[in-house]
């Protein structure tokens, strides 16, 4: 029988089948596949869906229109009516043996709108899950209002009918919004393409599949990096970081975790798809790409990504073979066994099922390029040409790239390649405290060892960074066993874990006194050229050949120092690496410090990182600071970008080991006299270094202060004055800077160079606006830069993860700070909890001038704690309030504090909730003061009542320039009356 006559037979069934759950649901999702299948067009559509119709009214209408249009469309339908009706109801309906091939239908799609119409079953069922997602895409790319949003998250909607109805507002807004939901959709899935709904993987690529987990999961399991030789399991060790977006993103709420790295927020470059991964040394970014290689083989995450590729750069250094994109996934991660050729063809036609991850890319040998462009993924080539294409994009497009490094090394010829970039800040003070206790199975040796760290900030600032935290946990005994306060630098925690380990192997009966070092010297030495002669050489793994020219022996090995490299060594071939890059300069340090086999020149270059233009070199030294010409044609001249990172902390080492605190170790190893010229050498270096910062300055201009952006290097060079502790040098250093303002954002400010600022910094002569907007201060940082407030004349601290116990000590400080008059603080973590120390601060100084606490948690009870200090101040100009939640109640508490203020020239209250009450408490301050100049009041709750108050109050005042008024509750008719009537006001 012909469709269109079961059509007519059925009808009664058909209509009892669509609608008799009382729900539209199944008329719903039939009418989608008829859309998709293009069966009906979208007029057609929408006279069938009539809002307020009876339910059999609009299926009866869709029947006679099926009907009409005959037996292929009749065909179709049943086939679709098939498909959404309980299978008891279906069995019951004749049907025309008819089937729907979306596929085919989708091979048609030209256009976004197009897809999201052939594809829009499937789309539904993916979007009613995460509506609120997709709607905030939408508002955030422009393309719809709040209104928009409200009208589809209404409450008489279910979630399918939300996603329809999104769906139907997106056709009418056109192109744009709808490339903005397919996009939304494919970061959900982290890529998943719309056009393969259902991905049946070959048998043999989940046979690959399963091993390539298993080798991952072998390989993930323990900690890879300074506890390897402990064999310290990774779920037990580890302790997540703090993560942060290299740029400000509206989509953010709460803090980033590990699923975030790969997917929408954050994103930047919709075309690129590699992430970029960047933190400084020991912040634990290979830990956290080897947990998330863990997660994926276990089966507990990213399990939208079918194949999971790691590659260590570190270990690609050593692959000096040209190699095919095929040849480097199969031999540097896991051979397939059989069928090989049909696995890579499915990774090449199904590139958004696969992740590759490329840890370390600052310890490769050749700094990024894109000169060399490969689009052949057979073709053979080295294989940083092959790397550097797979991050750009030439190569395998649409595979996922997460690739980790230090951000000295990142230029913008790479960052433009990038999707997005994520900085780990290292540890937060709760994740030192998991770490700690995670690392001790005994709770009392962990409570010691808190408690020892908050007796000593300096200390507490450094375990921000994991490796620190690691080597502090590992020398608990010396830890615990040292003075308080003895430990405070870099340097010092790495000769804690040097005396830890070497002690561990000493013949002495005494191992308390100095002979330790002596007794081990030459094994010291032997390291140390090692160490030096690989960073010179950007080596970070060795063979044993390499051990034995620079006199390695078994017995240096099993101080610990070394770990075998599992990956790169066989039966017959071991290869070693440090535990940590950073132990590698360490010890790269202590060769330059305590060998007479260095060249003089060495420590001048090390410092100035520049190369030389000499033609020849004797003796051994630095290759990126003494390269001759030769090597300069071979290796190229970007080479040195991915070593500098490692020469400075080389250079912070060195300046460590030659403070006073280490030189009594160095009496019985070394001539003194030699110390002593590399104690002139590292301070003339280090002060010339400043200088030259200094003499960088550009004139201020005409009516402007003197100000100084930090050029890269000036942070590092203060740590390394810091190393050496030793004020003479600090001073002298610092002393020549004259500018009136000290600008360090975006500048990875974190607590340990905070103490090395306020080190230098207290040397200063004038007074200095200090700004360290967008950094990692956080309390702990606050804390340590107290013993330079009293120089400082203003503090800018924006977003630096501040909370109410840092706001406590600095206010504390500060108030006995006879310069200090400035602060900001908008976006961190405050609460009410801050406001009474602010309001002390008020009380006290009676020259202070400015408040901005933007972005925060403060609420009504935070601004009447406030307001009390402001009733009583005489000096504040500027007071900054806005994206807080003050609402009327602190607005009336604040206006009646600052009625009679004859001092406020600026104050916000931005986005507040503050409606008409307090609109007319704040007309108050306008009708009485003198000296306001802006009252800022966009993004509130004001209707023209409370504008009519603000209006009538700038009667009376003449001396005010402006109320902005933009985002409040008017109509634009309103706020056209109320322009007319007074001109001051800013709609």
């Known amino acids: 029988?012909?469709?269109?006559?079961?059509?007519?037979?059925?009808?009664?069934?058909?209509?009892?089948?669509?609608?008799?759950?009382?729900?539209?649901?199944?008329?719903?999702?039939?009418?989608?596949?008829?859309?998709?299948?293009?069966?009906?067009?979208?007029?057609?559509?929408?006279?069938?869906?009539?809002?307020?119709?009876?339910?059999?009214?609009?299926a009866r209408h869709l029947l006679d229109l099926v009907y009409t249009k005959g037996v292929d469309t009749c065909e179709i339908f049943l086939t679709a009516l098939k498909k959404v009706v309980p299978e008891e109801q279906g069995a019951a309906l004749s049907s025309s043996g008819g089937c729907l091939d979306l596929e085919k239908k989708g091979a048609c799609q030209?256009?976004?709108?197009?897809?999201?119409?052939?594809?829009?079953?499937?789309?539904?069922?993916?979007?009613?899950?995460?509506?609120?997602?997709?709607?905030?895409?939408?508002?955030?790319?422009?393309?719809?209002?709040?209104?928009?949003?409200?009208?589809?998250?209404?409450?008489?909607?279910?979630?399918?009918?939300?996603a329809r109805c999104l769906l139907d507002h997106v056709r009418s807004v056109g192109e744009s919004a709808a490339k903005v939901v397919l996009h939304y959709i494919q970061q959900q899935g982290s890529g998943a393409s719309l056009t393969q709904e259902q991905l049946t993987p070959p048998k043999e690529l989940l046979k690959y599949q399963k091993k390539l987990s298993s080798s991952v999961s072998a390989q993930s399991c323990f900690l890879s990096t300074y506890g390897g030789t402990s064999h310290m399991s990774l779920d037990d060790i580890y302790t997540?970081?703090?993560?942060?977006?290299?740029?400000?993103?509206?989509?953010?709420?709460?803090?980033?975790g590990l699923e975030?790295?790969?997917?929408?927020?954050?994103?930047?470059?919709?075309?690129?798809?590699?992430?970029?991964?960047?933190?400084?040394?020991?912040?634990?970014?290979?830990?956290?790409?080897?947990?998330?290689?863990l997660l994926w083989a276990r089966g507990a995450a990213f399990q939208h990504f079918l194949l999971l590729f790691p590659f260590s750069c570190r270990r690609l250094n050593s692959e000096h073979r040209e190699l095919s994109v095929q040849e480097l996934l199969f031999q540097h991660c896991c051979w397939p066994d059989r069928k090989q050729e049909e696995i890579f063809q499915f990774i090449l036609d199904h590139p958004h099922l696969i992740l590759f991850t490329f840890d370390g890319l600052d310890e490769l040998k050749q700094s990024f390029s894109d000169e060399h462009r490969l689009c052949c993924p057979t073709q053979r080539a080295p294989v940083h040409i092959l790397l550097f294409n797979l991050i750009q994009g030439s190569l395998m497009?649409?595979?996922?790239?997460?690739?980790?490094?230090?951000?000295?090394?990142?230029g913008p010829l790479l960052r433009k390649h990038l999707r997005k970039e994520v900085f780990l800040k290292g540890f937060s003070p709760s994740g030192i405290h998991c770490f700690v206790k995670k690392h001790h199975s005994d709770p009392t040796v962990a409570a010691k060892v808190l408690e020892s760290l908050q007796t000593n900030t300096a200390l507490l600032g450094l375990c921000h960074s994991p490796v620190l935290c690691w080597i502090v946990s590992q020398c608990h005994k010396e830890l615990l066993g040292c003075g308080e306060g003895s430990l405070q630098t870099i340097t010092d925690i790495y000769m804690m874990i040097l005396q830890h380990f070497l002690q561990r192997r000493s013949t002495l009966e005494n191992t308390m006194g100095l002979g330790w070092l002596q007794e081990h010297l030459k094994t010291v030495l032997n390291l140390g050229q090692l160490a030096f002669d690989g960073i010179g050489t950007t080596c970070y793994i060795f063979s044993c050949t390499d051990l034995k020219t620079c006199g390695v022996t078994e017995k240096d090995i099993c101080m610990g120092f070394l770990i075998q490299s599992k990956d790169m060594s066989s039966a017959n071939s071991k290869h070693y690496e440090f535990l940590h890059v950073t132990m590698q300069c360490f010890f790269a340090a202590l060769y330059i410090v305590l060998s007479s086999n260095t060249e003089r020149a060495t420590i001048l270059k090390l410092f100035e990182l520049q190369e030389v233009r000499e033609t020849s070199q004797r003796g051994k030294c630095f290759g990126a600071c003494l390269r001759n010409d030769q090597q300069e044609?071979?290796?190229?001249?970007?080479?040195?970008?991915?070593?500098?990172?490692?020469?400075?902390?080389?250079?912070?080492?060195?300046?460590?080991?030659?403070?006073?605190?280490?030189?009594?170790?160095?009496?019985?190893?070394?001539?003194?006299?030699?110390?002593?010229?590399?104690?002139?050498?590292?301070?003339?270096?280090?002060?010339?270094g400043m200088q030259k910062h200094f003499k960088s300055i550009p004139p201020p201009v005409a009516g402007e202060k003197k100000s100084m952006h930090a050029m890269p290097g000036f942070v590092w060079l203060i740590k390394c004055i810091y190393e050496m502790q030793e004020s003479r040098i600090a001073k002298d250093a610092i002393s020549k800077l004259d500018v009136d303002h000290l600008k360090l954002t975006y500048c990875n400010i974190g607590p340990v160079e905070c103490t090395a600022l306020a080190y230098v910094l207290q040397h200063l002569r004038n007074p200095v606006g200090l700004q360290l907007d967008n950094n990692s201060v956080g309390d702990v940082g606050v804390e340590q830069l107290l013993p330079c407030m009293h120089i400082c004349n203003s503090l800018y601290l924006r977003n630096n993860n501040i909370t109410d116990q840092g706001i406590s000590k600095l206010i504390a400080k500060v108030i006995r700070c006879e310069n200090f008059k400035k602060i900001a603080l908008f976006n961190n973590n405050l609460t009410d909890a801050c406001t009474q120390h602010f309001s002390l601060l008020l009380k006290t100084?009676?020259?202070?001038?400015?408040?901005?606490?933007?972005?925060?948690?403060?609420?009504?009870?935070?601004?009447?704690?406030?307001?009390?200090?402001?009733?009583?101040?005489?000096?504040?100009?500027?007071l900054g309030l806005w994206g807080n939640k003050i609402g009327d109640a602190g607005a009336e508490a604040m206006a009646r504090a600052l009625e009679n203020s004859q001092s406020l020239t600026w104050f916000s209250l931005v986005g507040n909730g503050v409606g008409n009450a307090g609109a007319c408490a704040l007309a108050n301050i306008i009708k009485n003061s003198s000296s306001l100049e802006e009252l800022w009041l966009t993004e509130n709750c004001i209707t023209k009542t409370g504008v009519e108050s603000l209006v009538q109050a700038l009667e009376h005042n003449t001396h005010v320039k402006s109320i902005w008024l933009r985002n409040n509750d008017l109509s634009s008719e309103e706020e056209e009356e109320m322009t007319k009537r007074e001109s001051r006001l800013v709609f």
């Open 260 to 293: 975030h790295i790969i997917g929408a927020v954050g994103t930047v470059n919709e075309e690129a798809d590699a992430v970029l991964v960047s933190g400084e040394a020991g912040c634990g970014k290979s830990t956290l790409l080897q947990r998330l290689h």
């Open 110 to 162: 030209s256009t976004a709108t197009q897809t999201l119409l052939i594809r829009r079953p499937s789309l539904i069922g993916k979007l009613q899950d995460c509506i609120d997602g997709a709607l905030e895409a939408l508002t955030v790319s422009g393309n719809f209002t709040s209104e928009d949003c409200d009208d589809i998250r209404l409450p008489i909607h279910t979630p399918s009918q939300q």
């Open 1 to 58: 029988m012909f469709a269109q006559e079961l059509v007519l037979k059925q009808r009664t069934e058909i209509l009892h089948a669509l609608c008799s759950s009382g729900s539209a649901e199944r008329l719903e999702r039939v009418l989608d596949l008829l859309l998709a299948q293009g069966e009906l067009v979208w007029e057609e559509y929408q006279n069938i869906q009539v809002p307020g119709r009876a339910l059999y009214t609009n």
């Open 633 to 688: 044609q071979t290796q190229g001249t970007e080479t040195s970008a991915a070593e500098r990172p490692n020469l400075q902390i080389t250079a912070t080492f060195v300046s460590g080991l030659l403070s006073h605190r280490h030189r009594s170790l160095w009496i019985h190893c070394c001539l003194s006299d030699m110390i002593e010229k590399k104690i002139k050498q590292v301070s003339r270096c280090l002060s010339k």
């Open 397 to 410: 497009k649409g595979v996922w790239k997460v690739v980790s490094s230090r951000p000295d090394v990142v």
């Open 845 to 878: 100084k009676q020259d202070f001038l400015s408040l901005r606490l933007g972005n925060n948690n403060i609420t009504a009870e935070g601004a009447k704690q406030l307001a009390e200090g402001l009733e009583v101040n005489h000096s504040l100009k500027f």
């Open 240 to 256: 997540e970081g703090q993560l942060e977006l290299a740029h400000d993103c509206p989509d953010t709420h709460g803090p980033l």
